[in-house]
């Protein structure tokens, strides 16, 4: 602190210092604004002038002088100047300078004037006052101070105490003990007690403990006693009252003592009116606060143990040690605890309300421990119950009841009443909680504070209140939700099952959203019952209740254990689901009995149950796969199941479960779709499975109530009310159209995302479970939601697919019953609008409404593919595919007759039944004929409407194919965009994509080939079904046999076939110009091709299921013998292809029977289903005409096919015509006619002939061909361009060429093969004179049994002047047929056998592999065609067997033969050397011509198909093909290099004459096939041989 005496003030002290001084202590001494302050720098100024003096730097006699003027500024400046010296007479005191003490001693004595002798001897030291002289001796003074302080404070006052004077004390209690009720007040008696204190001088303490008596015996008189104390008090000591009461307390501390409550509550109103405070009272209570927290943890610890016993398991010679020792300790717990004085304290406290005190003292116990004890828990209640009382009066008491109203406290300082919601936050929420889970002491209040919360609820969620409010009501809103998680839950445990408190607090928890409920429910279950000791017990034995219940239960007693549960269920529900919950998810027999036995639980707990369930699934612990990683776990199988069961029986709220679902497809998850699908399955009664029956699936076609009753397995019954809760769950939650897009988008997620790491069983499992949920839901919304409702939650197509990325199979699917919705409603106003009735007028209406409702999807569809896919296919025609179903298109009677039927009978044996009451036999009747009249009803409804719809597309159909490109493209297109993504969709679908092909067919829809269509289905199927999932392979076998049965009705009878297919332009075999569809009957396929046709499509299935079944692969032998089975009905009917099939299946049983189980029992099911079949199968010749086998044909027949059974060898010519069983078959024969089958021509049209030009002209022929085929691959490119435009036809230009550079013998091959082939299916008048021409023609070169190759030549050459017109027509039939092809992009027979076409690229790039195989093997084409040309002979010979009567005897035809062979031979040897080098050159050109556009690729693929004309035929053949070319290659070679067969030489020298030419198409083609007419002729053994090597190759 700065000096207030500077230094210099010292030194001039006479001349202005001392006035200096003075005006410093007169200015202080005025400052009196800051008393204190002023104070404080007086006593300052003072000490320095006076310290100044100690140190000598000032004269005593100078500082006194000054300090005379100054004492008279303040009136306490004498007082302040003492203490001054006080100060200075200590610090002088211990210096050791005697100078200063003596400096100090004179300062005192020349101002002892200015300062009383009493204020100094107060103040100064014995000694310093001995010293100034003040007092004689310091010793004496010192001991007459003690004895005045001894009589002061320690000598007791004589007071006379009861015993000693009894009368003053009689008086005082006749005082106290008097009448209060008249005019005596607390002041009269005050001075009536002064008085005899006076008189008898009695003890004033006493005295008041005596009121204090007397005011515990008469509690009702507190506003007389309060008064009297308080009024007493100010004679006392403040903490007199306070240790009297101590005392009185003290004095039942005994063991043996009990505190009366009477003493309680006086303390209490003292504390209450502030009398005494409450801290100086708690001191002396017991017990301390130490042994009450020591007191608490031991209970904790006690509960645990309790929880362990209860858990532990205990064998039964433990059991008589353990009880023995619980005796022991209840024993010692029976001894009387000692008194809580704190406790009841705070009882007292409660019960006159005063709550302040109450809680401060509930605040120095561990949580809880107070309320523990039911009294305090009791009054507390008491407490809340008066001052919720006018709050529930008001708004909380339900209408009608009366209740007892509880009247308020008497005292005016208990908490306020609430009056408004506001009021309940100030204290009744603070009460609440310090009551915690002991409420349950007080149900009524417990109901009472429920009522208040839905009273609340009520205001708070309706609307119109301002801002503040809505403030304040959201602060109260999460008051109330913390008094339910910490009060009204915590009590409910501990309640004694009491269902209503359980339905009373429903009615407050079903106005809270679910998400603040679960989260209760979670804190509830999770954390509540390790909040407190009673709680951990109550959990204890809830669990071992739940377990001896759980462990009796059985479908037999599930009504007395249904009672069990609900009871234990009313308190503790989280507890027992838990428990319950488990022991499901391990045992899931478990899910039925448990199911039923939960019709006992109040709404609560199954809003409870739905939460427990959702916890349990979403356990981040529990794996969901199991540990092969390929099955989803049996716990989340069961625990879907059981949700389905228990969700569809009670009535639990279902928006949590469907958002978890939710949640988890947007996390990328789809295990959890199994909950979906079980719940909808259950509540809707919508069932998805792959193993429905043909009957049901044909019941799922009609109306709803027969797919009700028909379409399920199990009859699903009542699932109205439970169908309407799931809907309402979804559009009050706006789930619906959410769910449904996660569900289409996860469908790609499960392979792209979520199956990366899994197992591809598992990614296929998880597929099929999101996609057939997708179908059930998507079923279920169609079905439940109203028009509207659809309308407004499914956006438009366009919308779907690009903005929400739904795939489009998907997208239409949820948007195929808002069409058909709208158009009904359409319809049905545009009939309200115009009353007429003639069918007519409906069907225009229909029409009109479609249009109006398609329109615009006409356009939407648009912008889902790229703008080339419609020059194919009308947007019309693709939305009409995807838009319609089965119900659309046909009406399923016999299902209908059957239901009928059905409850025909029920009502039979409802009249026979004696049994039955008469009023149940009645109703149920009434029911049977009630549904009977409603499937008439619907049965014609669908009729009428299929009518429409039928009309509605006869007018549509002539702009769906716009076939811009190619009829064979369009094919492509139908098949890709509409019939393989949606035959796979869903079972129906299935059936409906083949239907609808059958229907595109009897419509006669222009530009559509119905013979392409079949023979791309069923051509080459390994692809397809390599690419599927279990399911899906189900439904394309579904798919696969309705085709083979339309397929099988036509082939069945020549009546059917002509009626359904002889006209139709779906079965012409020559494709015109687009512009013309017209064709004489001789363009159409006959019967008996057909036939044949059939058969090939029957080898390929052979042929593709045998490959798969030999891949080894999981995938493809699972899902081909799913398919097989599925089309077991139709297929395998030709013996020989069965017991091809059955020897593979009986392989894979073999092999898998330990590997991999599931396809062991797939096999083994399918092969005993194909035995069963067997006796139903049929030899091959009658399955299609076939020629008697010619006997040295036989001897080349090779075992070892696909599954080495033998095809007869005569299916040469036949399969030549068989392979050609596709659209354009006559054009393929007609083809074939001009080049490829040029040597058998000869040898059907003269058999001596064909012996000379297969052994020579075909070698010469070769030669000549070589020569042919250089120029050609010089002209090969110029021919590409020319190819372009459909006047200059790669087989006009082959006869041009011909024409110039070939023999003229060859031309006549050419007239002669198109004879042959309309010989061998004659058509029309002319065809059959013509034949009959031939057939002569043929006979009379017969008859020249042996010529030369020259003889040969001329004769050919005459045949060929004969008969100009007829090459001239079949250049023409080859023009008309390029123009149809005219801008093709493909080749037409190339897209026919292309394995299932999923893209054009895709499907050209194999064309190109396959060309690439083709040529690459051509060498051993080249040999191939050697053995063809044998089997030509052969084959040949029998043709015209079957035609004409043989002239040519086969021992002649030996001989020829073996002089072929020795002249050959020769020359093969020479060029097999040739033939390696020329084999790379091909490769490379091959190599080159890959890398061109598909459509240069594709149109030189027409060249080296069909140059010779052969390209139909070796296009039909080649899904198998180029394999089994190369396979054959191998067979060959081995051939040659064994010398085993005679026609090596050959072989070898047309291979060396087919590699010079490597790049000549027609030669290649010519090779290829005569190839295949050899693979023919040798029958199915071979083909199947080739077909297996091919599988190898591949």
């Known amino acids: 602190m700065a000096a207030l005496l500077p230094a210099e003030w010292i030194k001039n ?197 005596i009121i204090l008596e007397v005011y515990e015996c008469r509690p009702e008189y507190d506003d007389f006693f309060v008064p009297l104390i308080e009024s007493y008090m100010y004679m006392c000591e403040p903490q007199t009252l306070c240790h009297i009461l101590g005392f009185k307390f003290k004095f039942y501390q005994d063991p043996s003592g009990e505190t009366p409550s009477s003493l309680y509550r006086v303390a209490a109103v003292l504390l209450q009116h502030n009398l005494i405070d409450l801290e100086d009272l708690y001191v ?456 449904c897009l996660l569900m289409a988008q996860q469908r790609n997620g499960v392979i792209f995302q979520e199956g990366g790491e899994k197992h591809l069983k598992l990614v296929g499992k998880l597929y099929d479970q999101c996609h057939d949920t997708l179908v059930q839901f998507g079923g279920f919304l169609a079905s439940n939601l109203s028009t509207e409702d659809y309308i407004k939650r499914v956006p438009s197509i366009d919308v779907l697919c690009n903005e929400f990325h739904t795939p489009h199979d998907a997208a239409f699917f949820l948007s195929r019953p808002m069409y058909a919705h709208h158009i009904s409603s359409k319809y049905d106003e545009l009939k309200k609008a115009e009353k007429g009735n003639k069918q007519q007028h409906k069907v225009h209406k229909y029409i009109t409404s479609c249009e109006l409702v398609m329109a615009p999807v006409h356009d939407a569809v648009i912008s889902l593919h790229l703008p080339k896919v419609w020059d194919d296919i009308s947007p019309q025609f693709y939305a009409t595919f995807w838009s319609l179903t089965m119900y659309d298109l046909a009406v399923p009677h016999s299902s209908y007759d059957r239901e009928v039927n059905k409850l025909k009978v029920q009502m039979k044996a409802i009249d026979d039944n004696q049994e039955m009451p008469p009023n149940k036999k009645k109703k149920e009747k009434e029911r049977c004929t009630a549904l009977q009249d409603k499937l008439l009803e619907e049965e014609k409804k669908q009729l009428e409407h299929v009518q429409r719809v039928l009309q509605r597309l006869k007018l549509e159909k002539d702009n769906w194919l716009l076939a811009k490109s190619t009829k064979n493209e369009t094919i492509t297109k139908f098949l890709q965009l509409c019939i393989f993504p949606r035959c796979i969709f869903s079972a129906i679908d299935a059936v409906y994509c083949a239907h609808f092909v059958e229907l595109v067919h009897q419509q006669k829809t222009p530009n559509f080939s119905t013979l392409l269509c079949y023979d791309r289905v069923f051509s080459d199927i390994i692809y397809t079904v390599a690419s599927c999932t279990e399911n899906e392979a189900s439904r394309y076998g579904r798919f696969l046999c309705c085709m083979l049965e339309t397929v099988t009705r036509w082939h069945s009878d020549r009546v059917i076939y002509e009626k359904e297919c002889g006209n139709y332009p779906g079965f012409l075999t020559i494709l015109r110009a687009t512009g013309f569809d017209g064709g004489n009957k001789a363009d159409q396929l006959d019967y008996e091709n057909f036939r044949h046709v059939v058969h090939k499509w029957h080898y390929k299935l052979t042929k593709a299921s045998v490959h798969c079944l030999e891949t080894g692969e999981y995938t493809h032998i699972r899902n081909i013998l799913i398919v097989l089975t599925k089309i077991l009905p139709w297929y395998p009917k030709v013996l020989n292809l069965g017991q091809a099939l059955e020897r593979r299946v009986h392989k894979i049983c073999q092999e898998e029977k330990e590997k991999r189980p599931d396809l062991y029992a797939l096999a083994m099911g399918y092969s005993g289903q194909l035995k069963s079949r067997k006796p139903f199968m049929i030899p091959e010749n009658e399955f299609h005409h076939k020629d008697p086998p010619a006997r040295n044909a036989v001897a080349a027949t090779v075992q070892n096919g696909p599954g080495g059974a033998g095809m007869p060898t005569s299916v040469t010519i036949n399969t030549v015509r068989l392979e050609e069983g596709t659209p354009e078959e006559t054009d393929k024969l007609k083809e074939k006619s001009q080049g490829v089958v040029k040597v058998m021509n000869k040898a059907v049209n003269a058999t001596p002939k064909v012996t000379t030009s297969n052994g020579n002209s075909a070698s010469n022929s070769k030669i000549i061909k070589e020569k042919d085929d250089k120029e050609k691959s010089g002209k090969e490119k110029d021919k590409e361009k020319k190819d372009k435009t459909p006047a200059a036809t790669p087989e006009m230009k082959a006869l041009g060429k011909d024409g110039k550079d070939k023999p003229k013998e060859e031309r006549a091959n050419k007239d002669d093969k198109a004879r042959e082939i309309k010989e061998k299916t004659p058509k029309s008048d002319k065809e059959k004179e013509k034949v009959k021409k031939e057939e002569k023609a043929s006979k009379e070169e017969k008859s020249k049994t042996v010529v030369t190759i020259i003889e040969s030549k001329s004769t050919a050459e005459k045949e060929r002047e004969k008969e100009p017109s007829r090459e001239r027509d079949v250049a023409k039939e080859m023009k008309s047929k390029e123009n149809a092809k005219g801008g093709e992009k493909m080749p037409v027979a190339g897209s026919l056998k292309s394995p299932v076409p999923r893209s054009e690229t895709s499907e050209s790039e194999r064309e190109q592999k396959r060309r690439k195989v083709d040529t690459h093997s051509s060498p051993s084409h080249s040999s191939t065609v050697k053995d063809n040309l044998n089997e030509l002979k052969d084959s040949s010979a029998k043709h015209y067997i079957n035609h004409t009567t043989p002239t040519l005897s086969k021992s002649k035809e030996r001989e020829v033969d073996k002089k072929d062979l020795d002249k050959s031979r020769e020359r093969s040897r020479e060029r097999e050397k040739k033939d390696e080098k020329d084999r790379k050159d091909r490769k490379r050109d091959h190599s080159n011509s890959d890398r061109e556009v598909p459509q240069d690729s594709t149109k030189r693929r027409k060249e080296e198909n069909g140059t010779t004309g052969s390209s139909k035929h070796s296009k039909s053949e080649s899904p198998s093909d180029s394999p089994r070319l190369n396979e054959k290659e191998k067979e060959k070679n081995k051939s040659k290099s064994s010398g085993k067969e005679k026609g090596d030489s050959i072989k070898a020298e047309k291979m060396e004459k087919s590699s010079s030419g490597s790049k000549k198409e027609s030669r290649h083609d010519k090779e290829k096939t005569e190839k295949k007419e050899k693979r023919d002729s040798t029958g199915g053994k071979e083909e199947k041989k080739h077909h297996k090597s091919s599988d190898k190759h591949r």
């Open 13 to 209: 002290w006479e001349k202005g210092g001392k006035n200096e001084f003075v005006q410093l202590c007169r200015t202080l001494s005025e400052n009196k604004s800051h008393d204190n302050i002023g104070f404080r720098d007086i006593q300052q100024a003072l000490y320095e002038l006076a310290y100044h003096v100690v140190r000598g730097n000032l004269k005593h006699d100078q500082a006194s002088n000054v300090l005379g003027d100054v004492i008279e500024f303040r009136e306490d400046m004498p007082s302040i100047l003492a203490d001054v010296f006080c100060i200075l007479d200590i610090e002088t005191s211990c210096l050791e300078e005697k100078s200063k003490r003596d400096h100090f001693t004179q300062l005192v004595l020349a101002c002892l004037y200015l300062v009383s002798d009493t204020v100094l001897k107060e103040r100064l030291d014995p000694e310093t006052l001995e010293s100034l002289g003040l007092i004689k001796q310091s010793q004496q003074f010192n001991q007459k101070s003690v004895k005045i302080k001894t009589k002061l404070f320690y000598k007791q006052q004589k007071f006379n105490l009861l015993r000693e004077e009894n009368e003053g004390y009689a008086k005082l209690i006749a005082e106290l003990g008097q009448d209060l009720s008249g005019n005596v007040t607390s002041d009269l008696i005050l001075e009536n007690i002064k008085s005899l204190i006076g008189c008898f001088n009695l003890d004033p303490n006493r005295v008041l403990d």
């Open 284 to 739: 002396h209570l017991l017990p301390g606060d130490n042994a009450i927290i020591e007191e608490h943890k031991r209970e904790i610890v006690e509960a645990k143990q309790i929880v362990r016993k209860l858990t532990m398991v205990v064998l039964s010679s433990e059991k008589t040690e353990e009880k023995e020792k619980e005796k022991e300790k209840e024993e010692e717990k029976t001894e009387k605890p000692p008194d809580n004085q704190k406790l009841g304290l705070l009882e007292a406290l409660l019960k006159i309300g005063d709550w302040q005190h109450a809680q401060s003292i509930m605040d120095q116990m561990p949580p809880f421990y107070a309320t523990s004890h039911k009294p305090i828990a009791i009054a507390l209640c008491q407490l809340v119950h008066v001052t919720i009382e006018p709050l529930y009066r008001r708004v909380g008491v339900p209408k009608g009841a009366k209740g007892s109203p509880i009247s308020s406290l008497p005292n005016k300082r208990a908490p306020k009443q609430a009056d408004s919601f506001e009021d309940l936050r100030k204290e009744v929420f603070n009460m609440l909680c310090y009551l915690g889970p002991h409420l349950s002491h007080d149900p009524i209040l417990f109901a009472k504070v429920v009522r208040l919360g839905k009273a609340f609820m009520k205001e708070f969620q309706s609307d119109g209140s301002k801002q503040e409010d809505k403030e304040k009501m959201e602060i109260l809103f999460s008051c109330l939700l913390s008094i339910t998680d910490q009060v009204l839950l915590p009590s409910l445990s501990l309640m004694d099952c009491n269902a209503c408190m359980s339905e009373e607090l429903w009615g407050m928890f079903k106005t809270f959203p679910y998400q603040y409920r679960y989260r209760l429910y979670g804190q509830w279950k999770n954390e509540t019952y390790n909040s407190h000791p009673l709680l951990v017990k109550v959990k204890a034995q809830t669990i071992d209740r739940a377990k001896y219940i759980m462990k009796r239960l059985t479908k037999e007693n599930v009504k007395p254990s249904g009672r069990q549960i609900g009871k234990l269920s009313h308190s503790n529900p989280t507890i027992l689901f838990d428990y319950i919950l488990s022991q499901i998810q391990k045992y899931d027999n478990l899910i039925t009995p448990v199911v039923d036995s939960l019709k006992y639980l109040t709404s609560l707990n199954y809003d409870v149950l739905a939460y427990c369930i959702i916890e349990a699934l979403a356990n981040p612990e529990k794996e969901r796969m199991k540990h092969d990683d390929t099955t989803i776990s049996s716990w989340l199988q069961s625990l879907a199941s059981f949700c389905g069961a228990v969700f569809r029986k009670y009535p639990i709220e279902l928006a949590g479960l469907l958002q978890y679902v939710a949640n988890q497809l947007k996390a990328g998850k789809s295990f959890d779709l199994l909950i979906l699908k079980e719940v909808v399955q259950k509540m809707a009664g919508i069932e998805i499975t792959e193993e429905i029956t043909m009957e049901q699936l044909e019941a799922m076609t009609g109306g709803e109530q027969l797919k009700a009753e028909g379409g399920y397995f199990g009859q699903i019954r009542n699932t109205k009310k439970s169908s309407q809760r799931l809907k309402d769950a979804l559009l009050d939650h706006d789930l619906a159209l959410p769910l």
